[in-house]
């Protein structure tokens, strides 16, 4: 396990517990779940699982893959219908197997390589959507890794082959974040 990401988060959230306060899912997620016609999900990078827990409200069943335990636990704690299998997990590791899950979201993480090989756990037809923060001299926060901001259309790029793009925009951040940050959305359908 990466153990320096897994003390790195367990810490900032035993820190700033605001950041596992309930939110909002991505609405992304929200207007795309049901393009899929299947009900087994992945969640890349969970945390407390706002995604998790919207799309076991709504019928899914899901893998909800995280490093922080911490995290994990308050996911369990809201779960409703058991429908959610927390995965204490380093994603750099975690094996997500081939044509597996019907839904896949990965939100306010970015991992190049993770993403492609998200692209083949996905079902023929299945659904995924990739959501995070992108490079804009606006950003309020000025001192983020490079490589954890997309650059502009970059995910446009990733997803060109063998993917049906439904869905793609660009926005400011969600007001319950703490800096005013750019992002960029995608929903895009497997094909072949
Ligand atoms: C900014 S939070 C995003 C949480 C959630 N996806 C959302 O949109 O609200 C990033 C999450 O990535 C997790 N994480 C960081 N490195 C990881 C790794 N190597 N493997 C699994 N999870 C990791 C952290 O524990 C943290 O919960």
């Known amino acids: 396990m990466a153990v320096e990401d897994k003390i790195k988060w367990d810490k900032k959230y035993s820190e700033n517990i605001d950041l596992l306060e309930a939110r909002e899912p991505s609405k992304a997620v929200v207007n795309n779940y049901k393009e899929c016609s299947g009900n087994r999900a992945l969640d890349l990078a969970s945390g407390a699982g706002r995604n998790s827990l919207f799309l076991e409200d709504n019928g899914f069943e899901v893998d909800a893959v995280d490093i922080s335990k911490f995290a994990l636990d308050i996911l369990q704690g809201r779960s409703k219908y058991n429908k959610i299998n927390p995965i204490l997990a380093d994603l750099d590791e975690f094996d997500l197997g081939e044509e597996r899950y019907d839904f896949i ?67 400011w951040n969600e007001s319950f974040e703490k800096y005013r940050m750019k992002k960029a959305s995608i929903v895009v359908k497997r094909l072949a």
């Open 105 to 171: 979201v990965k939100c306010n993480f970015l991992d190049r390589e993770l993403i492609e090989r998200a692209k083949k756990a996905l079902k023929i037809g299945g659904v995924m959507v990739v959501e995070t923060y992108v490079e804009d001299e606006e950003n309020e926060k000025k001192n983020s890794n490079p490589n954890f901001l997309l650059k502009k259309d970059e995910l446009l790029e990733i997803f060109k082959n063998g993917f049906e793009i439904l869905e793609y925009k660009t926005f």
